[in-house]
């Protein structure tokens, strides 16, 4: 009996996927049914991934260089899921702030360090690895700065004894450095002065100095390095200058000094010995002496000079720079005159009062003035017309003109000086045109071959005068005071208008060096002496170390100061 299809029982599933013709083997059917899902398993993971948003980075392009160094950029993604990321490369010169992180978790600092680069520009990229795949992006530095070559020691000090300083530049890149070196001031040399210097390598400069022309005074200047013609770095270099052409030194204290206008020399006594200078040229010629003296005087014609020494004078012939002959006194010499009748007048060193002694030259004898006495220690100068003395009691009781165109010295004159102001020490100095005399404890008297308009008295100075010259020719006035407090001179002169009615400039006066290496100052001269040359274009003036240094040893100088 045959039985319709309807009633025969339905076929059994024996796959997923539907199959009519299957082996029923067990273990087949196993095999076959892993198979189809680890094929459905890798194709739907690989669908999975390809869908996976791009990690993408907020600058396409870094730029760097010397003056910004640091930027920053971000990485984000549109996918649901966590991203992360990881720099997997960067040059050696980049430093990131993160090496790792999720996309979207906030910004990522990077920093070159140029200090050991050369300038140039370098070109190089950051690869960085994210789930999505590797990501690069360009960077490019600019190095215009750096310390890759340096100048040592990284500041200079050029004592005021020194000629030059070595230096060493140094390469610490690992490429070859093309460089120069530029000074601030053409009396600096560098040399080399430029160069290529290898990867690693050093080499010694030497830096020299030009001091000619240079004041006395410290100088702050710099050198510029520079590498492939880029301003690198500069180096601060101070100078310490001592100018040896404003101040002439010599040995031996000054004891005296008058000026010869007639041939423009200096005349100075020192201990046992008497100076023709001539400081424009700093050319000199001298007299050993065979004692010790204080005080010399200067005929008006400048061809002779008279030195007193205990109880007797000596003249020395100034231009053959020879002492000719000698005169026995009756006393003592304090101040000594020289006058162009050949006679020598000397003011007795003696504690009482006695007259001013007039010895004549051409046959040695000895004479007393006529009429007042003078106290000892009293100071007299010639007047410019060479016929009268005039002079100065210490004491500040009174002045004295001498009238010598006979020969022995005789009284004209005398007035009161001002009670209220004391005389320090008697000295005294002319206008050049015989109008004025000037006492050192300031006052200013004028004076005329009139008796009744002679020594009146017609201002005082600013102070105490140490010394003071005035020039016709200049119309100048200049002079030195006297601290009064520490019984020491000042360290400047004061330039006044021939009439005193302008004070037009006060000029320091030149310094000593005093120290050693590496603790040297410049310390202010005291001016001792003062006078202009003969045309009043130059100031001669003969200075000191101040007291405080003598510990140092003694030191006197000239200076030279320019008359505007």
Not at 15 to 31: E, W
Not at 132 to 147: A, C, F, K, M, R
Not at 397 to 424: H, W
Not at 493 to 522: C, H, M, P, R
Request: proline letters at 5%; charged letters at 20%; a negative charge.
């Amino acid at each position: 009996m045959q039985h319709s299809d309807l009633t025969k029982p339905a076929p059994r599933p024996e796959h997923i996927c539907g199959s009519k013709n299957v082996n029923r083997n067990p273990y087949g059917i196993f095999l076959v049914s892993a198979f189809f899902f680890m094929f459905v398993f890798i194709i739907g993971c690989q669908d999975d991934r390809i869908q996976f948003p791009n990690v993408k980075s907020s600058q396409s392009e870094i730029h760097l260089s010397s003056e910004f160094p640091t930027d920053v950029f971000s990485l984000s993604s549109a996918s649901t899921i966590p991203m992360q990321w990881s720099i997997i490369s960067k040059p050696e010169w980049l430093e990131a702030l993160r090496m790792s992180g999720y996309a979207g978790d906030g910004p990522i600092a990077v920093t070159a360090h140029t200090s050991l680069l050369l300038p140039q520009v370098i070109t190089d990229k950051i690869v960085i690895r994210t789930t999505s795949g590797e990501l690069t992006i360009p960077i490019i530095l600019t190095v215009t700065s750096s310390l890759a070559v340096q100048i040592q020691p990284a500041q200079l000090l050029i004592e005021h004894t020194e000629s030059s300083k070595e230096l060493t530049i140094t390469n610490m890149s690992n490429q070859s450095a093309v460089w120069k070196i530029e000074t601030s001031a053409a009396y600096l040399s560098v040399s080399p002065a430029s160069g290529t210097l290898a990867a690693g390598a050093s080499s010694t400069l030497n830096l020299a100095v030009n001091r000619s022309g240079l004041e006395s005074k410290a100088y702050s200047e710099r050198l510029t390095l520079y590498v492939s013609d880029m301003k690198m770095s500069e180096t601060p270099v101070t100078l310490n200058n001592f100018n040896d052409d404003a101040l002439w030194q010599f040995d031996g204290v000054i004891a005296d000094a008058e000026y010869d206008r007639v041939g423009d020399n200096l005349i100075v006594l020192t201990d046992r010995r008497l100076y023709k200078l001539k400081p424009e040229t700093k050319s000199m010629s001298w007299v050993d002496l065979p004692y010790s003296a204080s005080n010399v005087s200067v005929s008006k014609d400048g061809k002779y000079a008279v030195i007193p020494y205990e109880r007797a004078i000596y003249k020395v012939d100034l231009e053959s720079m020879e002492a000719t002959s000698s005169y026995p006194l009756s006393y003592y010499a304090g101040d000594v005159v020289a006058a162009p009748n050949n006679w020598v007048y000397f003011y007795p060193f003696y504690y009482g009062w006695d007259s001013v002694r007039s010895v004549n030259l051409s046959d040695g004898t000895e004479h007393p003035s006529i009429g007042k006495r003078v106290t000892p220690f009293s100071r007299g100068k010639l007047h410019p017309s060479g016929e009268y003395i005039y002079s100065v009691d210490r004491g500040a009781i009174d002045l004295q003109k001498l009238d010598i165109r006979s020969g022995q010295a005789s009284l004209v004159n005398n007035s009161p000086m001002r009670e209220d102001v004391p005389v320090y020490k008697s000295d005294l100095w002319f206008a050049d045109d015989g109008s004025r005399m000037f006492i050192n404890n300031g006052d200013v008297y004028q004076l005329s071959s009139d008796m009744g308009s002679d020594m009146i008295y017609l201002r005082s100075m600013e102070g105490v005068i140490q010394t003071l010259d005035h020039s016709s020719n200049a119309n100048r006035v200049a002079a030195v005071y006297l601290n009064t407090y520490y019984q020491e001179p000042m360290t400047e002169v004061n330039i006044y208008s021939a009439d005193l009615s302008t004070k037009l400039e006060t000029k320091a006066l030149s310094s000593f060096l005093v120290g050693t290496t590496g603790n040297y100052q410049l310390v202010p001269s005291e001016g001792i002496h003062g006078f202009f040359n003969a045309a009043g274009t130059k100031l001669f003036v003969c200075v000191r170390l101040p007291s405080a240094y003598s510990y140092t040893g003694l030191k006197w100088a000239i200076a030279t100061i320019n008359v505007d």
